[in-house]
């Protein structure tokens, strides 16, 4: 399994991004799909995950701010960030598992910045 992450960048403050992580080499539509993230000097927390069936949970953090979505036919589960603060700067890794209670594959990593 190859997890390839992408989207990331620099942006202001109430601005937007989307992150793509393209999985290959597995069933991706039998897989739950997460995104987590890590800000210097912080542990890695997660973000997003979605289950093979569609059911999202979220960071409290990023409720009503964020949203993940996949698409089984393309192989990729994508986060919707919206009306971003500087302190969801971090380094964004895609992660794919076939249950919660397993460590799973890691993407590489998109950097997220958000600032003026």
């Known amino acids: 399994v190859q997890l390839q992450a992408s989207g990331g960048g620099l942006v202001q403050p109430g601005g937007s991004l989307r992150l793509s992580c393209a999985a290959s080499?597995?069933?991706?539509?039998?897989?739950?799909m997460a995104w987590f993230r890590q800000a210097p000097g912080k542990q890695r927390e997660l973000v997003a995950r979605i289950f093979s069936g569609g059911t999202t949970n979220y960071a409290d953090s990023v409720k009503g701010r964020f949203t993940i979505s996949r698409d089984n036919a393309k192989n990729t589960v994508y986060l919707q960030m919206n009306s971003l603060k500087p302190e969801d700067t971090a380094v964004y890794y895609c992660?794919?598992?076939?249950?919660?209670?397993?460590?799973?594959?890691w993407g590489q990593g998109t950097q997220v910045t958000v600032s003026s």
């Open positions: 080499g597995s069933i991706f539509r039998s897989k739950l």
């Open positions: 992660n794919q598992r076939a249950t919660w209670d397993q460590v799973g594959t």
